[in-house]
Nanobody, 129 residues
């Protein structure tokens, strides 16, 4: 069983930058594909970014491409989401998720919520205009 804890959310202004962290414990972090998702009020949870278990491949939603960067430190069992040029539409609860079978998929990174089997509690990001 893996536990995921997100941190780093807060209230920022449009154009600001922020970094989210997701610390994990238990499990074999180095074998998992890790993803970030977000959910705005009244909307479904949506994919933001994913990173291969080795860190070699990444995938992004079109809405955040060129603004967000996902990275991981397997030694620290932590995944990060660096967010630049934040916009009000980025306001959401951000969730970290693990695909524990990621090592079997290689560089195939899924964007579907159902492909991830472990989730954190989320961290709120609010971007004011």
């Amino acid at each position: 069983q893996v536990q995921l804890v997100e941190s780093g959310g807060g209230l920022v202004q449009s154009g600001d930058s922020l970094r989210l962290s997701c610390s994990t414990s238990g499990g074999a972090f180095g074998l998992y594909t890790m993803g970030w998702f977000r959910q705005a009020p009244g909307k479904e949870r949506e994919f933001v970014a994913a990173i291969e278990y080795s860190g070699g491949s990444t995938r992004y939603a079109d809405s955040v491409k060129d603004r967000f960067t996902i990275s991981r430190d397997n030694a620290k069992k932590t995944v990060y989401l660096e967010m630049n040029n934040l916009k009000p539409e980025d306001t959401a609860v951000y969730y970290c998720a693990a695909d524990r079978a990621g090592y079997r998929r290689g560089n195939i990174l899924y964007a579907e919520v159902g492909q991830y089997d472990s989730w954190g509690q989320g961290t709120q990001l609010t971007v004011s205009s």
